[in-house]
């Protein structure tokens, strides 16, 4: 009884709050650093109309981003409830679709997993690309069966990705092991499997993975009687006639019931290390608790706010250099901006709403007073001839 009343009251949660449409466009991104490796990808985002090439929503918020990988001989459109779940509620979400075929190469799909992550956050930054000023800078990394293994390749000393998340992961043979690679592997993550998945089952594959991750925080939620295929879209793939051969006689729980039961975790997640909301890892942790009996879980470390270091910088780039101090401040700050003629501050709050902005002209170090503000954490960017950087300011009275 209290389970289905946490599902209606999800239910109810999405419907009142959703605010977005979701529009998609369709992009071949090209990595110069892997001989101009073309990666086919589709991106859904937060949009005026549900449609193709529908133009981005435009009300002063930003947005993170997420990139997906698909599993094994599976489409990458065959995730269209991840987008539907995440894009309304202020997500851009990106499936690259290479490796689709066999055999795949792990490597490179862990690469484009994070390369596409990397591109999207980046063209925030571009006059040129409809993200242009719609990117919050945060980033996420999941991947499903394959995808999910090629995640823990392309994590490897990886520190701009600011968290990753699979379904299932696999452990992955043809290039190099996942389970190894994890070692290798330092953000938050959260590992979900479910327990009658006998394509990729824990044991052997994304436990092995967990426990060699080298992440402060990470989290894993064994769903119960959850399957392998059902992370995915149905009948999108020859994934379920492969689970049915391979699983005779299984049966599992509904496959809306594994999914809702993977946004209870994943969206407070996600909510909490892209969004920067404190109030996330509570419902991620009121929502663990509610679900004792239906899902396990390990973790490494209690979450709490402090995990969202505040003086770790969003997004520098190499061509400039922002110090500000004291940060954390009571909101009187000076702002040290390098070498620059002329700059153009910004500073917006966790939603990206914009607060103040202001040009510098022929000043290298400025004092500012934003003391009036309330306590909290708020994101300021610099833009320069030479690039764009943003940091977290903490004011705390």
Request: glycine share 6%; with cysteine.
């Amino acid at each position: 009884m209290r389970y289905s009343l946490l599902v209606l009251l999800f239910a109810i949660s999405a419907s009142c709050f959703s605010q977005y449409s979701i529009g998609n466009k369709k992009f071949i991104f090209k990595d110069p650093a892997r001989s101009n490796r073309s990666i086919l990808t589709f991106v859904y985002y937060p949009a005026t109309a549900d449609s193709s090439n529908a133009p981005i929503i435009d009300d002063g918020t930003k947005f993170p981003v997420v990139s997906f990988g698909h599993g094994f001989v599976m489409s990458a459109l065959a995730y269209q409830w991840l987008a539907n779940a995440l894009v309304p509620y202020g997500y851009i979400v990106a499936f690259p679709s290479t490796e689709e075929g066999v055999p795949p190469n792990h490597s490179d799909f862990g690469k484009d997993e994070v390369f596409v992550a990397r591109t999207l956050r980046n063209q925030g930054d571009s006059a040129n690309s409809f993200l242009y000023n719609k990117i919050n800078g945060y980033t996420a990394v999941g991947g499903h069966s394959m995808g999910g293994g090629a995640s823990f390749l392309g994590m490897q000393y990886v520190s701009d990705i600011t968290t990753f998340f699979n379904f299932s992961a696999a452990e992955t043979f043809i290039t190099e092991s996942a389970i190894q690679s994890a070692r290798n592997c330092t953000q938050p993550a959260l590992v979900f499997c479910g327990t009658k998945d006998c394509i990729a089952p824990a044991v052997g594959n994304s436990k092995f993975m967990y426990n060699n991750l080298q992440s402060g925080y990470k989290f894993f939620a064994n769903i119960h009687d959850a399957s392998h295929c059902q992370f995915g879209d149905p009948n999108k793939t020859p994934c379920e006639a492969g689970e049915a051969f391979s699983c005779p006689g299984s049966v599992y729980i509904s496959e809306s019931d594994q999914k809702n039961k993977v946004l209870l975790l994943l969206k407070p997640w996600l909510d909490f290390w892209l969004k920067r909301d404190c109030a996330g890892i509570e419902v991620f942790y009121d929502d663990v608790i509610a679900n004792l009996s239906n899902i396990d879980t390990m973790q490494s470390a209690m979450i709490n706010c402090n995990a969202l270091s505040p003086l770790t910088a969003l997004h520098q780039n190499k061509n400039i250099k922002v110090d500000i101090f004291p940060n954390p401040s009571n909101g009187k700050i000076s702002i040290n901006i390098g070498e620059a003629d002329h700059a153009v501050l910004v500073l917006s709050d966790l939603n990206g709403k914009e607060i103040d902005r202001r040009e510098i002209k022929s000043q290298n170090q400025i004092e500012l007073n934003y003391s009036n503000l309330s306590q909290g954490i708020y994101m300021l960017k610099v833009e320069t001839k030479k690039g764009t950087a943003v940091s977290k300011l903490v004011i705390s009275h």
